[in-house]
């Protein structure tokens, strides 16, 4: 595989979606072509933010184009920035999932799933799709990020 050019990550912004159910939340299992970072990865939807966008615009027009999806409401919970990716900062938003995972139509990425955080610590997540396990992305922005929207969600 193509050495990606972490460069282009300097100085962006981006934004992750978290949808959720109690304590498990979707996430995608990025196609495995050259090119894109984190190939045959699970990891967030989610996407660049483009010239003169909001996050929040950007977060509603990314979960809509990767999952056909528009929540009502979806709370930014957490912003940071990522070391492994030229401290690229990152934009988190999640959403109670409102409808069931077998009626998702993805269209983009190969797969998604459900998953505990006890799951995604554990570094590999099975793709029901294509009977095997692929590894989680392997920066700490995963870990932070679950965490914060657990704190977030179960705040009083």
């Not at 495995?32 to 990865?41: C, T």
């Not at 184009?65 to 930014?76: A, H, L, T």
């Not at 077998?102 to 459900?114: A, F, V």
């Not at 554990?122 to 294509?130: C, P, R, V």
Request: charged share 30%.
């Amino acid at each position: 595989m193509a050495k990606i050019n972490l460069q282009k990550y300097k100085n962006s912004e981006s934004v992750v979606i978290l949808p959720y159910v109690k304590d498990k939340v979707l996430m995608q299992l990025r196609d495995d072509k050259e090119g894109i970072i984190f190939p045959g990865q699970w990891g967030f939807f989610g996407g660049s933010i483009e010239d003169r966008e909001l996050p929040e615009e950007a977060a509603k027009r990314e979960l809509f184009e990767e999952i056909g999806i528009k929540p009502k409401n979806m709370p930014k919970f957490f912003t940071e920035k990522i070391p492994e990716l030229e401290n690229h900062l990152s934009h988190a938003f999640c959403c109670p999932l409102s409808v069931p995972v077998q009626d998702i139509k993805l269209l983009e990425g190969t797969d998604l799933g459900l998953f505990s955080i006890e799951e995604v610590r554990s570094g590999k997540l099975y793709s029901s799709k294509m009977k095997k396990e692929f590894p989680v992305m392997r920066i700490q922005h995963i870990m932070n990020t679950i965490n914060a929207l657990f704190k977030y969600i179960h705040q009083d």
